[in-house]
T-cell receptor, first 115, second 114 residues
Framework: EAGVTQSPTHLIKTRGQQATLRCSPI?????VYWYQQALGLGLQFLLW???????NRGNFPPRFSGRQFPNYSSELNVNALELEDSALYLC??????????????FGPGTRLTVL | AQSVTQPDIHITVSEGASLELRCNYS??????LFWYVQSPGQGLQLLLK??????LVQGIKGFEAEFKRSQSSFNLRKPSVHWSDAAEYFC????????????FGTGTRLLVSP
């Protein structure tokens, strides 16, 4: 069974540009999560999508946005890039979240570098 | 607010020696607790999880962790470390505020000496 996949592996942008990161969850998983792992800041929760809807977002500005498609894949968009947006962006997926908490399975991440 | 503390930033262990990584949490109810491992340049791999029941949980790669409610701890242990265990280890708690997200500790980097 394929795991969570993310593309691209690396992304280099300049300040002010927009970045688009993509994630495909494990087959059968309906929830997708995005986390940012920036140097010195640890892993920070960004966004949670379930059944195509944004369910929760972390303490990030509105220029961080995303969506979930009907096939449950997801896209994270970062507008007006700033130097401090340089980080590893991790996507995770889990089964239907109704009922008990479901463990999250992580992808390999996209390394975003903003110059 | 929910939080996770991993007090050790770096730990060096000799190959074959035992390992214990500390994790303390702050959570209003019974938490769901996780340990993840991250090798350089890689994503996170789940080692083990605690939801309820037996407070000693077994995971993959020979790891185990013990949930101690009285100490708000969920320490990770391994009886004999292998060089391939060198990585960064993250403790996490969830759900948070009724939402299915994880709050992570800052991580502990494990170095294994020959």
């Amino acid at each position: 069974e394929a795991g969570v996949t993310q593309s691209p592996t690396h992304l280099i942008k300049t300040r002010g540009q927009q970045a688009t990161l993509r994630c495909s969850p494990i087959s059968g998983h309906t929830s997708v999560y995005w986390y940012q792992q920036a140097l010195g800041l640890g892993l920070q929760f960004l966004l949670w999508y379930d059944e195509g809807e944004e369910r929760n977002r972390g303490n990030f500005p509105p220029r961080f946005s995303g969506r979930q498609f009907p096939n449950y894949s997801s896209e994270l968009n970062v507008n007006a890039l700033e130097l401090e947006d340089s980080a590893l962006y991790l996507c995770a997926s889990s089964l239907d979240t109704s009922g008990t908490h479901n463990e999250q399975f992580f992808g390999p991440g996209t390394r975003l570098t903003v110059l | 607010a929910q939080s996770v503390t991993q007090p050790d930033i770096h730990i060096t262990v000799s190959e074959g020696a035992s390992l214990e990584l500390r994790c303390n949490y702050s959570y209003g109810a019974t938490p769901y607790l996780f340990w993840y491992v991250q090798s350089p340049g890689q994503g996170l791999q789940l080692l083990l999880k605690y939801f309820s029941g037996d407070t000693l949980v077994q995971g993959i790669k020979g790891f185990e962790a013990e949930f101690k409610r009285s100490q708000s701890s969920f320490n990770l242990r391994k009886p004999s470390v292998h060089w391939s265990d060198a990585a960064e280890y993250f403790c996490a708690v969830g759900p948070v505020g009724g939402f299915q997200k994880l709050v992570f500790g800052t991580g502990t980097r494990l170095l294994v000496s020959p």
